[in-house]
Each structure stands twice: as structure tokens, then as C-alpha cells.
């Protein structure tokens, strides 16, 4: 056999094992500087990252431009897509909304374990020992440039890496290995085309014309990266997503397809969190639903907030006391905060005579602020009502 077809055969048999382990698509690209790079440091450079400091230090801006450092002797990025599940239709709006890739286990926690077998099993057909470095969005690289350079699909104008067949819920991994296979070739279409179905949909108008986001306004970055106040003239926007967003990939017909494999690893887990219990989670009751799930990564103070918010914009009256119980109980300001503004966006008294309470008692200046805003924006609603009452 020649070593091209040598190399072909040990790839294929590469491929099977990935796909025993649940890897919907792999393909193979060169530790390269990736052709992007330009784009990401503009980003950086224009603040587009938010106050996600990490993503522009140092020795990851030098790794994302040459990402062979990660590995001594690289040769190989085996580019991998494991499949989660697509979200059902929204729930009503008193029942908090979660992005789908969050339905179950951290990630991390399942994904680099199987990078690990995947490891030893390619040792295992090479007949050799092997270096790798497996990474699911916990090193400091253009994963989906590295999707693309592998074929594996295209990044859309969401910014997702969509493949033809799977569409874009998939976890994006790789492993560097230091043993020289075949590259496969890179994915050339657009297959965006005309379609703008994602920028038209996105509530916070936050998808650039570069294929980046401005992160900033970008829902998934203010309830989940954002660990202070989300600000106030974005609130109305955020909905009833209490953890990331979906909605630009809902829209996108590349998804109507979507495989349905990911069943298996997600079975019960929390979908449409009810805000009325939400609300009042402790810490201990928030650990304990939340074990081992990437809402953590918000801290049960974060999470909270987005609840609060949610709640402001579920137009429900019925949770008004939840609103009022928290502003006067939880020991968190920005919890509090967060409900002082859901509370103006109430005209009911019960909700204006839990803020006057509040505005007697409370002493923490930043909530403090969110109070007395919170009772001039009803002053002025209240306002503007009787005024076209009178017209
Ligand atoms: S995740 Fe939501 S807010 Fe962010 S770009 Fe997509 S649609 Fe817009
Ligand atoms: S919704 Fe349309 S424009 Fe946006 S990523 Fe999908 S195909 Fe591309």
C-alpha cells in the first residue's frame, strides 16, 4: 500500500471511531495561521469583545495566529461537530427560555473525555504512541475556521459554522495530533446566499457585516459572559431568555434538518425553567438543579438578574410579589436591581408600593438608582396613559 493510501485508510478508520463516540462530522486541517486572524484582532481592537478580557491577552492573540504552538511537533487539527439537540417552540412567556446547547451536562464535561479515547484509539490504529491536545472551546483558537479549513461546512452570516447536513447545533472540538495524515479540503461555498434571515430576526441587531457579532448587545454575551448590570436600554429586548439565546439559529434553514442524535445525552434536563420558582432559588437549591450545567457559568447572582428581567418583560402581574419579595429579601444588589427595573415595567399599585417600601428601606446606592428610575419610567408610563386617556 502507498503511503497516500496508507494515510487515506488510517483517517477513514480514524473517522469510524469518532463517529462511535458520537462525533457527527470530522475532517483534518493543517496547523495553519488561519485566513481570518485579520478579522478577530479588528474585533478586538474595536471593542467588539465586551469585557471578555481573556480573548485578547497575549499569549492568546500569539496562539490563535499560529495555533501549531499549542502542540510541540503538530501536524494535524482533526476538526470535530458533536451534535445537540435543537430547541422545541418557545415556550409561553412566564417560563424562561435556555439555548438548547445548555439543556444538559457542561459540555466540557463529556467532550474531553471522548477527545481523550479518541486519543488512544487513534495510538491504538497507528500502531504508535501518539501526542494530542483535544480542546471544545477551552483553548484560544479560531474553532471555526479550523470547521471550515477541515470541509466540514461554512460560517454563516449568524457567525456559526453550518454544515449542509447537520446544520449549525453542534459542539465544535479538536484534537492537534503530531502524525501526518492527508488534509481534507476545505469547504469553498457560501451557502448564505441571498438570505438575511438571521441578521432580520436577531432582537438586538448585534450581526455584523464581517461575519462577527458586536458581542456587547449580543444576548448570549449579556446573560451569560456579562457579570454585572445588563444596561437598562437592552432589558426590553432580552425577552424571556434567561441563559444565551437561539434565535439566529432558529430562523436559519440550514437547521430544518437537523439529526436528532444528541437525544441520548440529554434526556430530563431543564428546558423551560418556570420564572416564578426561578426567582427564588437559594444558593443551595441553585446548585443543586444546576449541578454540572453550564448555567453556572453566570453564578446563581447572574442567573437571577436574567430571571428578574425576564419577568419584567413577561407582562404576567401575577408575579408582581415574587418581584417584590426578592427586591425586599435577596441578599444580592444586582438581583435587587434587576427587580427594581422589572417592577417599573409594572403599572399595577401593588407593583409602585413595592418600590416606594423599597425606597424607604434600602441602602445600597446602585439599587438604590434602579429604584427611583424604576418610579419615574411607571410615573411617566402612568403619565403618557392618562394623558391619552384625556385625548
Ligand atoms: S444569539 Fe441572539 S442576540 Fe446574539 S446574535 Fe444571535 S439572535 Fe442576536
Ligand atoms: S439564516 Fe440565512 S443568512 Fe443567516 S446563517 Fe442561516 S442561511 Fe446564512
Known sequence: MSQTSASRALFQNIQTEAARLGFAW???????????YAVYTRWLELGRHGDMTYLAGERGRQLRAQPGLALPGAQAILALGFPYPKPPPAPPADFGRIASY??????????????????????ALAGMPINARGYTD????????????????????NTCLINPTYGSYLFLAELFIDLELEESSPFKDDRCGTCQ???????????LSDRTLDARRCISYLTIENKGVIPPELRARLGNWVFGCDICQ?????????????????????????LQEEIHLTPAQFN????????????????????????????????????????????????????????????????RAALDKAARHETDPYVRSEILQALESQGSQAGKAASSEME
Not at 26 to 36: D, S, V
Not at 106 to 119: C, Q, T
Open 26 to 36: 470530522i475532517g483534518l486541517t493543517r496547523p495553519q495561521p488561519p485566513a481570518h
Open 102 to 123: 445548555a439543556y444538559g451536562e457542561d459540555y466540557h464535561r463529556f467532550i474531553l473525555p471522548k477527545l481523550e479515547l479518541l486519543r488512544a484509539r487513534i495510538s
Open 138 to 157: 477551552t483553548g484560544p483558537f479560531l474553532e471555526r475556521e479550523f470547521g471550515m479549513q477541515a470541509g466540514l461546512g461554512w460560517i454563516g452570516k
Open 197 to 207: 434571515r438571521c441578521i432580520q430576526a436577531c432582537p438586538m441587531s448585534c450581526i
Open 250 to 274: 432558529i430562523v436559519c434553514p440550514w437547521n430544518r434538518f437537523h439529526h436528532p442524535i444528541s437525544a441520548v445525552i440529554f434526556p430530563d434536563h431543564v428546558r423551560f425553567p418556570p
Open 288 to 351: 443543586q438543579k444546576y449541578k454540572n450545567s453550564p448555567i453556572q457559568r453566570p453564578r446563581r447572582r447572574g442567573y437571577l438578574r436574567n430571571v428578574a428581567v425576564a419577568i419584567g418583560n413577561s407582562n404576567n402581574p401575577r408575579l408582581i410579589p415574587d418581584l417584590a419579595e426578592t427586591l425586599a429579601q435577596e441578599p444580592e444588589p444586582l438581583v435587587r436591581g434587576h427587580c427594581a427595573w422589572a417592577l417599573g415595567r409594572f403599572q399595577e399599585p401593588s407593583a
